[in-house]
């Protein structure tokens, strides 16, 4: 995050299985090489994921600055300076307020998912970017900030593989409720099988399979049967189970006595190299 930007929030209710309301703080410049300083030499610009993004009834903020063109220096910036219009199907109210280091903050709550557009003006001169194109959505897990949470190291052949995964939504809070999510098993670019996916609580997910050969495999995770994972197709690599010598144990009082011409015994325990 820059030093010199202040981070946008969003606020909304999760599903009903989430336990407490979300905040997300992201900061997500547009900047607009179109847009020249001001008769005094003062740039405009703002910043925040709200500027892009937003879910409906929520709480939704971004900030605009003022700097100074050549030295960069930053100018402290009055809440009737700034015009700030947001409109869609409907006209959504935008507050602004001056906050402790000179920035303005617009604050917004767009009630309808949509299309809309932000238009930012200080006196006559638009903001770097100006007009944005905002988009309100519901929240829905993402393909970008969804992750897995382990390598895919330590598969064996004959053995269930269990990958762990979690679910995010596009503003980077986790997802707690029901997605849909596929997991194609692939040699090559054709699919094997389908992986089984296991709700484990929510917005964790396990994907979960077994290889019956070594070898190499791609794994393929989408969402709503259309929107891959990002890092996607991931290779997963798969051995055949061997015994380890170093894992084995050896037991019984042969080991350590015996009585001459008559048989002595002891036992190997025998363990493979994964244990």
Request: hydrophobic share 35%; proline share 5%; net charge positive.
């Amino acid at each position: 995050m820059e030093n010199n930007a202040r981070a946008s929030n969003i606020q909304y209710k999760p599903a009903l299985n989430a336990r407490e309301p979300v905040r997300v703080a992201v900061t997500a410049k547009q900047p607009s090489p179109k847009n020249k300083p001001d008769a005094k030499g003062f740039l405009y610009e703002a910043s925040g994921l709200g500027l892009r993004l937003s879910a409906p009834k929520c709480s939704t903020s971004f900030v605009v600055e003022c700097t100074a063109a050549d030295a960069g220096g930053r100018r402290k910036l009055k809440v009737a300076e700034l015009k700030a219009s947001i409109k869609g199907n409907v006209t959504v109210k935008a507050d602004v307020r001056q906050l402790e280091d000179g920035l303005l903050e617009v604050t917004y709550a767009a009630p309808l998912t949509g299309e809309y557009r932000i238009s930012l003006l200080v006196g006559s001169t638009p903001v770097q970017g100006s007009p944005f194109r905002m988009s309100c959505q519901q929240p829905r897990a993402c393909e970008q900030q969804s992750r897995v949470l382990s390598s895919l190291e330590g598969a064996f052949a004959s053995e269930r593989f269990g990958l762990p995964l979690e679910t995010y939504d596009q503003f980077g809070k986790a997802f707690m409720g029901k997605a849909d999510i596929r997991a194609d098993v692939l040699d090559c670019s054709t699919v094997l099988f389908q992986a089984d996916v296991l709700e484990l609580r929510p917005g964790k997910y396990e994907i979960a399979f077994t290889p019956k050969i070594s070898g190499t495999y791609n794994l393929n995770i989408s969402f709503d049967n259309n929107r891959v994972l990002e890092g996607c197709p991931l290779v997963l690599r798969v051995r055949n189970d061997e015994t380890c010598a170093a894992n084995c144990k050896l037991y019984g009082a042969g080991l350590t006595q015996g009585i001459a011409g008559e048989p002595n015994t002891f036992s190997l325990q025998g363990a493979s190299s994964h244990f």
